[in-house]
């Protein structure tokens, strides 16, 4: 039997590996040791001497150099949250130990909390309540765009994209995305036309941001794209908020007030008491709620399980992350 550790903060170690997981765990693993953090292995890296296998999460360490001297026989990690960013190094790539990911289990929270936010939208919720606000009266609908014929714009179809698309499949609506990387094999089998950024800003009722947060993607939103967009459309960010040029975005929409602009993610998280974002009543912040919460995280668990047993098995891996591959994930 294969020997392992846990290595996470305790936190996502209660939410991802609970009694139940971390049973079927032991039950194909030999864990040796307790639950060690960050701190801990940096204190003592001779924890990991033994270690065949990481399962990790929120709170893994950054593997350096010091860290892989101490593993001389770590195979394989299994990282039961979402990006691997914070992780890997170019010494852990040398050393050609494979990492899996939770990350389709950590976005489907996202892909459902898009898609609702898409639907509210669609109707003018948000604009609604606003009106409510102000007035405290009864009033006649204002003008929205509707849940049928009207267009979605996605903006990126990676991982959470992809699944926000085939979620919208259920709707009478049309579908529109932004991605240099989509081959038209894709687009055809989200049921997606691909369109300039453009476009997307120019003709969808709403538009959802799905961008990996790189260098090349830093402020990529810009305030000439908001300038863009349809009367009363709304704009949803669940990816990262350096991707949007927020200052521009601010200008443009105390101009538009008939725009929304739906934020989960800002930059910096939370943003600054005095930030022009808090300001705006089309600006609508949640705190980062869209990934998994802590009932939720049961299911990237379950990933790392199933994967542990294609491991084992000697069967391909489902969400085995690449070195090319990570450099253009989230």
Known sequence: MMK??????????????PEEERSQIRQLVDIYAPLQTSEMVAHDPSILDEAEVIFSGWGCPTFTERLLNAAPRLKIIFYGAGSIKGVVTDSFWARQIIITSAYEANGIPVSEFTLAQILLSLKGYWWHVQK?????????????????????????????????????????????????????????????????LEEIFKTADVISLHTPWLPETVGMITGAHFALMKTGATFINTARGAIVNEAEMVAVLKQRPDLYALLDVTYPEPPAID????????????????????????????????????????????????????VIMA
Not at 155 to 179: C, N, Q
Not at 296 to 308: A, P, T
């Open 4 to 17: 392992g550790l846990f290595l996470l903060d305790p936190g996502p170690y209660d939410m991802i590996y």
């Open 132 to 196: 409510f606000w102000d007035s405290n009266t009864w009033w006649d609908r204002l003008p929205a765009a509707g849940g049928f014929g009207s267009t979605v714009g996605l903006i990126s179809l990676g991982m959470i994209g992809s699944m926000v698309a085939e979620r919208l499949k259920t709707y009478e609506l049309k579908v529109i995305a932004y991605d240099p990387y989509a081959t038209q094999e894709i687009a055809t089998r989200l049921n997606v036309r691909l369109c300039s």
């Open 275 to 326: 930030s022009p974002l808090r300001g705006l009543p089309n600006i609508i912040i949640s705190p980062h709620i869209a990934g998994p919460n802590p009932n939720e995280c049961k299911r990237n668990g379950q990933y790392v399980i199933d994967e542990l047993k294609r491991y084992l098995n000697g069967q391909p891996l489902r969400y085995a992350i690449s070195r090319d591959r990570a």
